[in-house]
């Protein structure tokens, strides 16, 4: 991860982060006049790109970009609107908001707001300082996230093993990582206890039938980057022969990029490369996979990054953020 890389990814999320429409709205409304309130009514902070998550996601990438360079020219910029996106009269509308709808964006979105949480909490002293009380302002929400997939993950009785938001091994990834980062034992504990009783006893994924027409995830990678992340080098290795015992796969092509479910499979080819390195990472140092699938996450990553050229708001509204997950190794490092 170059600065120069840094720097074309935290323009386009720039670009992104203040768009107020076209909104797609995931509102339950009570009342007509619920019904009629806008996107930046009822997420103050998260408003912009397309969506809530993606403004999560956005937000997230911003932070993780100011924070590894934080002498960029890009920061100035970025300290002023994260500066009214975490205002605290915003932060707190969105907690109350979460507080209100328990079973909004879960798990994807509250998966990314832990992350954002996360990468706001490694941030060191001074970068703390120059950025303002961020996490402190993040703090009510930040709980209530891990509240309600506390609450959902204790009554789940099956995973979801989709290509998209609903996935559970994917956020439980991302949950996983931000409980370790804050020290979060107790619900450290739960995810390892849930993916084990999800996914601990699975064999023979069918991989032929991984893909779907609209995935930006991968089912099967998915449960197997989780799994690294809880089971020892060794026993990992000798699960995923279990689960994987065929492990191959090229990256795919997205047939119209204008069409926002299809542009989906941009983003599955960047997903697939990370979790190919994090399954890679997670092997003994000598398996005879880790080539392999090293070989193939740089083949995904050539296709994945080539959408950036894009100038689609149906991809460029949160593509970016997935790429600067892949490229600064974030959940592998």
């Given at each position: 991860?170059?600065?120069?890389?840094?720097?074309?990814?935290?323009?386009?999320?720039?670009?992104?982060?203040?768009?107020?429409?076209?909104?797609a709205?995931?509102?339950?409304?009570?009342?007509?006049?619920?019904?009629?309130?806008?996107?930046r009514?009822?997420?103050p902070?998260?408003?912009?790109?397309?969506?809530?998550?993606?403004s999560?996601?956005?937000?997230?990438?911003?932070?993780?970009?100011t924070?590894?360079?934080?002498t960029?020219?890009?920061?100035?910029?970025?300290?002023r609107?994260?500066?009214?996106?975490?205002?605290?009269?915003?932060?707190?509308a969105?907690?109350r908001?979460?507080?209100?709808?328990?079973?909004?964006?879960?798990?994807?979105?509250?998966?990314?707001?832990?992350?954002?949480?996360?990468?706001?909490?490694?941030?060191d002293?001074?970068?703390?300082?120059?950025?303002?009380?961020?996490?402190?302002?993040?703090?009510?929400?930040?709980?209530?996230?891990?509240?309600?997939?506390?609450?959902?993950?204790?009554?789940?009785?099956?995973?979801?093993?989709?290509?998209?938001?609903?996935?559970?091994?994917?956020?439980?990834?991302?949950?996983?990582?931000?409980?370790?980062?804050?020290g979060?034992r107790?619900?450290?504990?739960?995810?390892?206890?849930?993916?084990?009783?999800?996914?601990?006893?699975?064999?023979?994924?069918?991989?032929?039938?991984?893909?779907?027409?609209?995935?930006?995830?991968?089912?099967?990678?998915?449960?197997?980057?989780?799994?690294?992340?809880?089971?020892?080098?060794?026993?990992?290795?000798?699960?995923?022969?279990?689960?994987l015992?065929?492990?191959?796969?090229?990256?795919?092509?997205?047939?119209?990029?204008?069409?926002?479910?299809?542009?989906?499979?941009?983003?599955?080819?960047?997903?697939?490369?990370?979790?190919?390195?994090?399954?890679?990472?997670?092997?003994?140092?000598?398996?005879a996979?880790?080539v392999?699938?090293?070989?193939?996450?740089?083949?995904?990553?050539?296709?994945?990054?080539?959408?950036?050229?894009?100038?689609?708001?149906?991809?460029?509204?949160?593509l970016?953020?997935?790429?600067?997950?892949?490229?600064?190794k974030?959940?592998?490092t």
């Amino acid at each position: 991860m170059t600065q120069a890389t840094a720097t074309k990814l935290a323009a386009l999320a720039l670009r992104n982060i203040r768009r107020e429409f076209p909104a797609a709205i995931l509102h339950v409304a009570g009342s007509k006049r619920e019904s009629r309130r806008s996107q930046r009514d009822l997420h103050p902070s998260f408003y912009g790109c397309f969506d809530w998550h993606s403004s999560v996601e956005t937000h997230w990438s911003l932070v993780r970009l100011t924070r590894l360079f934080p002498t960029a020219r890009f920061v100035p910029r970025v300290v002023r609107e994260l500066s009214k996106s975490f205002a605290a009269g915003s932060t707190a509308a969105e907690a109350r908001y979460v507080a209100a709808h328990p079973g909004f964006e879960r798990p994807y979105g509250l998966a990314w707001l832990l992350q954002l949480a996360a990468e706001l909490h490694t941030s060191d002293v001074a970068f703390r300082a120059k950025l303002g009380k961020w996490s402190s302002a993040l703090r009510p929400l930040e709980r209530l996230a891990v509240k309600n997939l506390t609450v959902w993950l204790k009554k789940l009785p099956h995973p979801m093993r989709t290509g998209t938001h609903n996935q559970t091994a994917f956020s439980m990834g991302l949950m996983l990582d931000y409980a370790r980062t804050r020290g979060d034992r107790r619900f450290e504990r739960l995810l390892i206890k849930t993916a084990k009783r999800f996914y601990a006893k699975d064999r023979n994924a069918p991989l032929a039938y991984d893909l779907g027409g609209e995935d930006f995830l991968s089912p099967a990678l998915g449960e197997a980057d989780l799994m690294r992340r809880i089971v020892q080098p060794r026993p990992f290795a000798h699960w995923l022969t279990k689960f994987l015992p065929q492990l191959r796969m090229t990256p795919v092509r997205t047939p119209d990029r204008a069409d926002g479910r299809l542009a989906h499979l941009d983003g599955l080819n960047i997903s697939r490369a990370w979790m190919l390195e994090g399954i890679a990472s997670g092997l003994p140092p000598h398996d005879a996979r880790i080539v392999a699938l090293q070989s193939a996450a740089a083949a995904h990553r050539r296709a994945g990054l080539q959408a950036l050229s894009s100038d689609r708001y149906e991809l460029t509204h949160w593509l970016g953020a997935y790429a600067t997950y892949l490229e600064t190794k974030s959940g592998v490092t």
